[in-house]
C-alpha cells in the first residue's frame, strides 16, 4: 500500500521546513483533516502541491509558494470571518519560529492573502503560480467536477440554497470576467478551455429557473 496523503503531506512538509518542523507540519494536516471540510481538505492541499511542481519552473520563489500552499486553507472557519487574513496571520507567527526569513514570511503571507480574490499581478509569478494551482480544480473532467461543486456546496450547507447559488453564481461570474482564468503560459494552455466550459456550464445551472 502506498502512503496516506496525510503522510504524504507531512513528508513534503518536512522536507520542505526541516525535521525540526514536523509539530507544525502535523497541526497544519489536522487542520485540513477538520470534521466541517469537504473540500478544502488534505486532497486540495495535496492537489495544488502537484499543481506547483508542475508550474515550479514559472515561479520566482518555489518555496514561498509551497509554504503558502501548506498556510492558504490553514484557516477556514464557515462563520462568514475573512480566512485569507487569518490563515496570512499563522503564517506570520509560525514560520519565523522555524528559522524562516523575514523576506520569506512576508512573501508567504502576501501569497495567502492573494488567494482571497486570485488576482495577481502580470509580473507575480510566485502569485501567478499559486493562484493557478489553486483554481486548477475549475478544469476538472465531468465526474470530478461535479463532485467538487458537490463539495463545496456541502461546506455550505448552512446556507439556504437561493442564498448559496446567488453567492456561488456571484464567485464564478467574477472568475469568468477575467481576461485570463489562468496567468502562468503551462496553466493557461492546459486548463483555460475546460475551466471555462466547467464555469458556463455550472452558471447556467445555478441561474436557471
Known sequence: MGKSVH????????????????????DLVRRYSEPHRRY????????????????????????????AAFFHDAVYAMDGGDNEEA????????????????ETVAEVARLVRLTGGHHPDPADRNGAVLCD???????????????????????????????FRAGRAAVLAALADQPNLFRTPTARSRY?????ANLAAELAALTSD
Do not use: C, F, N
Not at 486540495?44 to 508542475?54: P, Q, S
Not at 496570512?88 to 526569513?101: D, F, H, S, V, Y
Not at 483555460?192 to 471555462?196: D, G, L, Q
Open 133 to 163: 494551482a489553486d483554481l486548477a480544480i475549475l478544469a476538472a473532467d465531468e465526474s470530478s467536477y461535479a463532485a467538487y461543486t458537490a463539495a463545496v456546496r456541502a461546506e455550505y450547507a448552512h446556507v439556504p440554497d437561493d442564498l
Open 7 to 26: 503522510a504524504e503531506l507531512l513528508d513534503r512538509w518536512t522536507k520542505l521546513a526541516g525535521p525540526q518542523a514536523q509539530a507544525v507540519g502535523e
Open 192 to 196: 483555460e478551455s475546460a475551466a471555462r
Open 87 to 102: 490563515s496570512a496571520r499563522l503564517a506570520e507567527t509560525t514560520l519565523p519560529a522555524l528559522g524562516i526569513e523575514p
Open 40 to 67: 478544502h481538505t488534505v486532497d486540495h492541499l495535496a492537489a495544488m502541491l502537484t499543481v506547483i511542481d508542475d508550474l515550479a519552473a514559472d515561479a520566482e520563489d518555489l518555496d514561498a509558494v509551497r509554504y
